[in-house]
C-alpha cells in the first residue's frame, strides 16, 4: 500500500503547491509585500508587478524635493509629512530627485561624496518604506555646469559647477560631461556609490538617468540620445533588481513626437514614461485643451509606438505660459478636478497607472487634494489588468464623453460631463451641472453580469442594472466610474 498512498501524497501536494500559488498570483501571495521588488509582469508587459507575484499600480505624485525648507530637521520633517500623507491615502509611489540640493551627495568636490548627506537619504528611504511607499530616484537634472540659477522661487538650481574646471573639476563644458570618458565616469561613480547602499533595497522602485535630458544644453543633442543609450545598460548592471528608465520634457509640440519615439524604443529603457503639462503656450493644441484629453491623448501617442512596457504619465499639471510657474489654475481648483482628470485619464488609455501629478506644494497639499489617490484606488479596487487584456475605447453621446477598457473578464468605464471643464469650472466659473437621466449606450454587444456605479465625488458605490446595451446611471456631476463583470 506505501506507493498508492505516496503517489495520492504527491498528487496533494502539488494540487496544494498549484494552488497555492494561484492565490499568489490572484492575491498577492504571502509576506511582507514590502520586502518584493518591482518588476514588468511576466504575463503582460504593460503592467507592472512585485516579483511575489502581485499586482502593482504605481499610485502616487512627484515629491522631488521639499520646498522653503533647509535645516536637516525641517527637511526631514517635511518629507515625512508628504510621505505619510501619500500612504494613508493609499499612495504606494513617489520620485524623488537625488540632484535637489537636500538630497545631493556630491557638493564640495567631484567624485567625493557626503556621508551626512548619504544618511538623510538612509532616513528618506526608511520612511518610504513605513509608509509602503516606493521611490523612483531621479540621478540627475542640471542642464549646464555653470550659470543656470533656478528657474523660479522654490525651484532647484538646473547647474553642477563642482565638475567644471572652474571648481576644480576635469570639465570645461557639458558636452565634456556626456562625451568624455572622465564625464562618463563622474556619473558611473556617482550610481556606484549609491548602489552600493541601495541596489538591495526593494523600497527603490528604479533610477531614472535624468529630469528631461533633452533640456541639457548640449552642442547637438544626439549626444544626449546617445549617452542615454549606453548609459541605460550600465546603470542597470550596477542595479539588476531595480527598472531602470529615461525622462524627457514636456509632450508640448509635433517634434517631441519622433524624440518620444526614439527614446522610448531603446530597448534598455524599461518604463516609457511620458511629460505632459496644460500650457497656454504650448504648440500643440491638445496640451492647451482639456485636462482628460490632454492626458489621455499623451498615453495614447506612446501606446502608437508598439514599445511592448510599461507606459506611465509620469509628470503632469498645469503651468504658466512655456512653464514660467504653477498655473493660477490652481487657486480655484479646491476640488482638485484637473487632478481628478489626469488621475483617470491615463490609466483609461492602457497606462500602467495613473498620471502622476507635479507641483505636490502648490496644488495637492495645499488644498489637501490628498484624497483624490484614494477614490483612484477605489474606482479600480480588486482589478487585475494583467488578466484582462484591456482594449481602450472612445466616444461621445449625449452629455458625456466616455472612456472605456474592455477586458475578458470587466468593462470598466469613465463617464465625464462633456462640458465641464477647466477652462468652465475655473476661468468661466460655471458650476458642474447635476447630471440626471443619463442613459449610457455601449457600442457593442456584452453579456451582462453584475453592474456597480462608483461616484468618486461622494466616495459612493450604487448596483445598477442594464437593458440591452443600455445602462442607466445615477445622478453625477463631473464624472463617474462604471464596472461591467461580464459571465462567463
Not at 12 to 29: D, E, I, K, N, V
Not at 289 to 310: C, S, W, Y
Request: hydrophobic residues 40%.
Amino acid at each position: 500500500m506505501r506507493q498508492p498512498v505516496l503517489g495520492l501524497f504527491l498528487v496533494f501536494a502539488f494540487l496544494t503547491m498549484c494552488h497555492s500559488r494561484l492565490c499568489a498570483r490572484q492575491f498577492g501571495g504571502t509576506g511582507d509585500s514590502s520586502e518584493h521588488f518591482v518588476r514588468i509582469s511576466a504575463d503582460n508587459s504593460q503592467y507592472l508587478e512585485l516579483d511575489n507575484g502581485k499586482l502593482f499600480i504605481p499610485v502616487g505624485i512627484n515629491i522631488c524635493w521639499p520646498r522653503f525648507v533647509s535645516s536637516e530637521d525641517s527637511i526631514m520633517a517635511k518629507m515625512e509629512y508628504y510621505l505619510r500623507n501619500l500612504g494613508k491615502n493609499g499612495g504606494n509611489f513617489t520620485r524623488i530627485w537625488l540632484s535637489a540640493p537636500a538630497f545631493e551627495i556630491e557638493i564640495k568636490q567631484a567624485g567625493h561624496y557626503d556621508e551626512v548627506m548619504a544618511k538623510r537619504i538612509d532616513r528618506l528611504v526608511a520612511i518610504a518604506k513605513e509608509n509602503r511607499i516606493r521611490i523612483k530616484f531621479c540621478l540627475e537634472n542640471f542642464r549646464n555646469l555653470t550659470n543656470m540659477p533656478p528657474m523660479f522661487a522654490g525651484s532647484v538650481p538646473f547647474d553642477k559647477p563642482v565638475y567644471d574646471q572652474s571648481k576644480g573639476g576635469a570639465l570645461s563644458g557639458i558636452d565634456d560631461f556626456f562625451t568624455t570618458q572622465k564625464g562618463k565616469d563622474y556619473y558611473l561613480r556617482r550610481v556606484e556609490f549609491l548602489a552600493e547602499r541601495y541596489a538591495n533595497n526593494p523600497t527603490v522602485f528604479g533610477w531614472e538617468l535624468w529630469n528631461e535630458v533633452n533640456s541639457v544644453r548640449t552642442s547637438d543633442k544626439q549626444i544626449l540620445f546617445d549617452w542615454t543609450r549606453d548609459m541605460l545598460p550600465e546603470v542597470k548592471k550596477r542595479f539588476p533588481r531595480q527598472l531602470v528608465m529615461q525622462s524627457l520634457g514636456s509632450f508640448d509640440s509635433e517634434s517631441a513626437t519622433g524624440l518620444y519615439r526614439d527614446y522610448s524604443q531603446l530597448k534598455d529603457n524599461e518604463l516609457a514614461q511620458v511629460h505632459r503639462y496644460l500650457d497656454p503656450g504650448a504648440k500643440l493644441e491638445v496640451s492647451r485643451g482639456p485636462m482628460d484629453k490632454l492626458a489621455h491623448d499623451a498615453v495614447t501617442t506612446l501606446m502608437g509606438f508598439n514599445l511592448n512596457k510599461p507606459i506611465v504619465l509620469s509628470e503632469v499639471g498645469a503651468v504658466e505660459a512655456h512653464h514660467a510657474g504653477p498655473s493660477k489654475l490652481y487657486e480655484k481648483d479646491t476640488a482638485g478636478m484637473m487632478l481628478h482628470d489626469y488621475l483617470f485619464a491615463p490609466f483609461f488609455a492602457g497606462g500602467a497607472g495613473p498620471g502622476q501629478s507635479w507641483h505636490w506644494d502648490y496644488y495637492i497639499d495645499k488644498h489637501n487634494l490628498w484624497y483624490q489617490l484614494a477614490r483612484f484606488n477605489q474606482a479600480i479596487q480588486g482589478l487585475d489588468p494583467r488578466s484582462e487584456d484591456f482594449q481602450p475605447f472612445v466616444y461621445q453621446e449625449d452629455k458625456v464623453k466616455v472612456y472605456g477598457l474592455k477586458g475578458k473578464n470587466t468593462i470598466l468605464i469613465w463617464v465625464k460631463d462633456r462640458d465641464n471643464t477647466w477652462h468652465s469650472e475655473l476661468v468661466k466659473g460655471i458650476k458642474p451641472e447635476v447630471l440626471s437621466g443619463i442613459l449610457l449606450k455601449l457600442p457593442f454587444e456584452i453579456n451582462t453580469g453584475q453592474i456597480t456605479f462608483y461616484d468618486p465625488w461622494k466616495d459612493k458605490n450604487v448596483s445598477l442594472s442594464a437593458t440591452d446595451k443600455t445602462i442607466a446611471l445615477p445622478e453625477f456631476e463631473r464624472s463617474g466610474i462604471v464596472r461591467i463583470t461580464l459571465k462567463k
